[in-house]
């Protein structure tokens, strides 16, 4: 339902951009978001977009990171600024609030001190 890529390896202070491709079933009726695992199957929302374009971030990665979505290609990117050691996790999309469709293989993040 979903595909997330563009995680890698960068040193503290660099930058990555996020992109997930959605199934349009989904993406055209609901706000998104971008999760971070925090343990096990637990999830924590770091930034999430209605479907006008409003933007709203976790108190973490408010200023560091800008979300956007593009509803005539389906994508949601998350540009990731000014990166810190304690934002390396597995970055997911999904719909926010989320109920459907299940949560897909994420990409990682990874964040050199």
């Known amino acids: 339902q979903m595909v997330e890529s563009g995680g890698g390896l960068v040193q503290t202070g660099g930058s990555l951009t996020l992109s997930c491709a959605f199934s349009?079933?989904?993406?055209?009726?609901?706000?998104m978001g971008w999760y971070r695992r925090v343990s096990g199957d637990q999830r924590e929302l770091v930034a999430w977009?209605?479907?006008?374009?409003?933007?709203s971030y976790a108190d973490a990665v408010k200023a560091r990171f800008t979300i956007s979505r593009d509803n005539a290609k389906n994508t949601v990117n998350l540009q990731m600024d000014s990166l810190k050691p304690e934002d390396t996790d597995v970055y997911y999309c999904?719909?926010?609030?989320?109920?459907?469709?299940?949560w897909g293989q994420g990409t990682q993040v990874t964040v050199s001190s």
């Open positions: 999904n719909t926010w609030p989320h109920t459907r469709p299940a």
């Open positions: 977009i209605t479907r006008g374009g409003s933007a």
């Open positions: 349009r079933k989904y993406f055209i009726s609901n706000n």
